[in-house]
Structures are given as structure tokens and as C-alpha cells.
């Protein structure tokens, strides 16, 4: 799914133990070197929603990175929902 400028939004929910082993600076890192705008949070129950939006390519290799043996902790699963992206995110930010 695209808007007019071909980008897509990626929301994924990270489970596992991705909670104060740096998965929130991690994925900052791999989103920016991407070219991804969004953020990264904790949520309750252990939980981090990632939120990118950018090139679908890049958002697609983004959620691939972010179940690979390279992210920090430990990733037991991934739920992912795709989107028209939104433009109003500047920058890569943990929250």
C-alpha cells in the first residue's frame, strides 16, 4: 500500500525479551541507516512498536532486521500491520 509519494507505513510489534538491551537504540540505528522515519517504544507488557515509514523496500528490510540474529535480546515473534504513510514523522526517535 502506497500514498502518492510510494511510501508505506510499517507497524510492527516486537515480543521477547527486547526490553533494556538497547532493541529501541538498535532499531533506530538500522531505521536511519535505511532512510526510515518513526519511532521506537516500550509498551506494556514487555512489548516494542516499531513505527517506520519510508521506501516500502526499506520498511520491508527493516522488519526483516528486526527478527534477524543481529537484533539485540532475544525476538520470539513479530506481528507486523502495513499502511499509507502518514508524513508526520521527522527523524527516528525512541520513546
Do not use: I, Y
Not at 74 to 79: D, H, L, P
Request: hydrophobic content about 40%; proline content about 2%; overall charge positive.
Amino acid at each position: 500500500m502506497s500514498g502518492d509519494t510510494g511510501h508505506v507505513r510499517l507497524t510492527a510489534w516486537v515480543r521477547g525479551e527486547v526490553q533494556g538491551v538497547g532493541f529501541r537504540w538498535w532499531t533506530r540505528a538500522r531505521a536511519l541507516e535505511l532512510g526510515l522515519v518513526g519511532s521506537a517504544s516500550n509498551l506494556r507488557g514487555g512489548r516494542v512498536e516499531v513505527v517506520a515509514e519510508g521506501d516500502p523496500v526499506a520498511c520491508g528490510k527493516l522488519l526483516e532486521l528486526l527478527s534477524s540474529e543481529r537484533a539485540p535480546g532475544r525476538v520470539t515473534g513479530v506481528t507486523e500491520q502495513w499502511g499509507v504513510a502518514r508524513g508526520n514523522n521527522v527523524g527516528f526517535v525512541e520513546r
